[in-house]
């Protein structure tokens, strides 16, 4: 897949997505707002029920069943990474973390766990899907205590953010 067929792909997500009368369940939980100020720059997004019951937003949530404090954090980070490199998108070939979604894995002495993504489009048709994968694998990592996913818009991905071995993958190089 070259770099034409890859922006086709999210011309494509971004005509039927502006097409669409009925907002998903994605739109409700994240503010696309994309005259973004400074602190609306991300949003804060947890997949887990509340107390009540709702899927909703959140700051962070606890891993209950996570026990591994003797870990670093860089020995977390990089298992994360390893996880996050198992997650695809539906469309393209190629990892998460190859394609540059992620922007960042921050995690700090206590293993919480902040990840900041992004999607190729804010109309991306893998928007419900990949964050909460995404939250789910970092879940995983023994030493995760908790994770805060923020699904942001800036800077807007673009294919000059791929990994070489993506391009590769793709037939871009």
């Known amino acids: 897949m070259n770099e034409d067929q890859v922006s086709d792909r999210m011309e494509t997500a971004n005509t039927a997505q502006s097409e669409r009368e009925e907002p998903t369940s994605i739109d409700a939980a994240v503010d696309l707002n994309l005259n973004s100020t400074p602190e609306a720059e991300s949003t804060p997004m947890t997949t887990g029920p509340t107390a009540t019951g709702d899927v909703s937003t959140a700051a962070a949530s606890t891993t209950p ?29 190629v990892n998460i973390y190859e394609m540059g979604l992620i922007y960042d894995v921050d995690v700090d002495a206590d293993g919480a766990t902040r990840i900041r993504m992004t999607l190729t489009t804010p109309m991306c048709p893998a928007a419900e899907e990949l964050p909460p994968e995404v939250e789910g694998k970092a879940r995983t990592v023994e030493g995760v205590t908790s994770v805060q996913l923020d699904l942001v818009w800036e800077p807007p991905w673009t294919p000059d953010m791929m990994s070489e071995a993506a391009r590769l993958d793709l037939g871009m190089i």
């Open 65 to 93: 069943d996570s026990t591994s404090p003797s870990a670093d954090a860089g020995e977390i980070k990089e298992r994360i990474v390893e996880q996050l490199k198992t997650v695809f998108d539906p469309e393209i070939p």
